[in-house]
Every structure is written in C-alpha cells, then in structure tokens.
C-alpha cells in the first residue's frame, strides 16, 4: 500500500509565504512525475506545479513567478515553496505521484488527502 503523506498547510496573511511537503510512503520501485493541484470551494481541480524525474517543472498560470516546486528524489519527497500568497490561492492542495509499483509496470496515479492552504487577513 502506497500512502502520500502531505504537510505544510495553514492560515496565512495576503504576501506571507508557506512551504508544503509531500511524501511517498510504502513498497514501491520509484515514483515518476509529482506534482500539486488544488481546488477551492466551487470549482475544477487544476494544476499548480509539477516537476519530473529530470527536473523538468510545469506551473499553472497563476502562480507563475510566485510558486516554485523542488523534490527530493532519494526521499521520494516533492516540496512546494508558496511566496506572495493572495486570497485566491485559498484552496485544499493535493498532492500527486505516479507510482511505479515495480520496474516493468505502468505507472499509477497516486493522490493525497489534501491539505488546507487559507490566505486571509
């Protein structure tokens, strides 16, 4: 059983800054693509950054220049730095991998529970 494990959540003012963790637990052979999304209350679930084994990173118009996504391959850990929060940016985050279960299988989507990022004054 694979289980991602979220952090980083929380209230924050309009400018302030949070930093959220995703980690990849259980019995696995790597993990491919990572990446958050998000979705407020209302509305679809939409990228907000993703990043792949070669570093390369993807990110939602929204957040272009204020969010940078960063992993940490041997820790199976993918990291989002959150700057110039604004009240639109309030939302559950979640978090996603694709899991390979084994070298030869197909990669599985894996989704977290999601974390609560409110930016309020």
């Known amino acids: 059983q694979v289980q991602l494990v979220e952090s980083g959540g929380g209230l924050v003012q309009p400018g302030g800054s949070l930093r959220l963790s995703c980690a990849a637990f259980?019995?696995?052979?790597?993990?491919?693509?990572m990446g958050w999304y998000r979705q407020a209350p209302g509305q679809q679930r939409e990228l907000v950054a993703s990043?792949?084994?070669?570093?390369?990173?993807k990110y939602g118009d929204s957040v272009k220049g204020r969010f940078t996504i960063s992993r940490d391959v041997a820790k199976n850990t993918v990291y989002l730095q959150m700057n110039n929060l604004r009240p639109e940016d309030t939302a559950v985050y979640y978090c996603?991998?694709?899991?390979?279960?084994?070298?030869?299988?197909?990669?599985?989507?894996?989704w977290g529970p999601g974390t609560q990022v409110t930016v309020s004054s």
């Open positions: 996603h991998a694709e899991i390979l279960r084994t070298e030869l299988s197909p990669a599985n989507d894996k």
């Open positions: 259980g019995l696995f052979f790597a993990v491919k693509d």
């Open positions: 990043i792949t084994l070669g570093d390369i990173t």
